[in-house]
């Protein structure tokens, strides 16, 4: 009588020979190609351009953010809006850009401004917020303006 978990051994070996050196060149082609970007990105490092380039997509990466969660909550919000929810949110993505002080950068406010341009909030409305996303700084209402004027 045929066995077939016998045949079924054997096909899982085979399977595992045809296998292993794909799995194994797999890992030493990752291992190298992760040398090789490592190399390249350490020598354009040292020129300077490559770190300037991703930090300013960084910060390009931050301003859309903030730019785009203002004008979320702008066009979700009612008129009780929730200023401490929304600058808790701010927070939440200078977080997750590693960007520690965003309540005392230039950028954030302009960003916010930019929001406030893209929700379509005029007059009152925009003087209201404005203000409030401030907190009645007038630095930092200059520079929600400023986001605001630059908008297109």
């Given at each position: 009588?045929?066995?077939?978990?016998?045949?079924?051994?054997?096909?899982?070996?085979?399977?595992?020979?045809?296998?292993?050196?794909?799995?194994?060149?797999?890992?030493?082609?990752?291992?190298?190609s992760?040398?090789?970007?490592?190399?390249?990105?350490?020598?354009?490092?040292?020129?300077?351009?490559?770190?300037?380039?991703?930090?300013?997509?960084?910060?390009?990466?931050?301003?859309?953010?903030?730019?785009?969660?203002?004008?979320?909550?702008?066009?979700?919000?009612?008129?009780?809006a929730?200023?401490?929810?929304?600058?808790?949110?701010?927070?939440?993505?200078?977080?997750?850009?590693?960007?520690?002080?965003?309540?005392?950068?230039p950028?954030?406010?302009?960003?916010i401004?930019?929001?406030?341009?893209?929700?379509?909030?005029?007059?009152?409305?925009?003087?209201?917020?404005?203000?409030?996303?401030?907190?009645?700084?007038?630095?930092?209402?200059?520079?929600?303006?400023?986001?605001?004027?630059?908008e297109?």
């Open positions: 009588m045929y066995s077939n978990s016998g045949h079924f051994n054997l096909n899982l070996f085979n399977a595992a020979i045809v296998l292993l050196p794909l799995v194994v060149t797999g890992c030493s082609f990752s291992d190298s992760g040398s090789i970007s490592d190399s390249v990105g350490s020598v354009s490092d040292s020129s300077g351009s490559s770190s300037e380039s991703s930090k300013s997509n960084k910060e390009k990466k931050y301003d859309n953010e903030v730019s785009d969660y203002t004008t979320a909550y702008v066009k979700s919000s009612h008129a009780a929730d200023y401490n929810a929304y600058l808790k949110g701010i927070s939440d993505i200078a977080a997750k850009r590693g960007i520690v002080n965003w309540d005392q950068e950028k954030t406010y302009i960003a401004g930019k929001g406030l341009k893209k929700a379509g909030i005029e007059g009152v409305a925009y003087e209201t917020y404005r203000k409030n996303f401030a907190n009645s700084d007038a630095e930092k209402m200059k520079n929600i303006q400023k986001g605001y004027e630059s297109k």
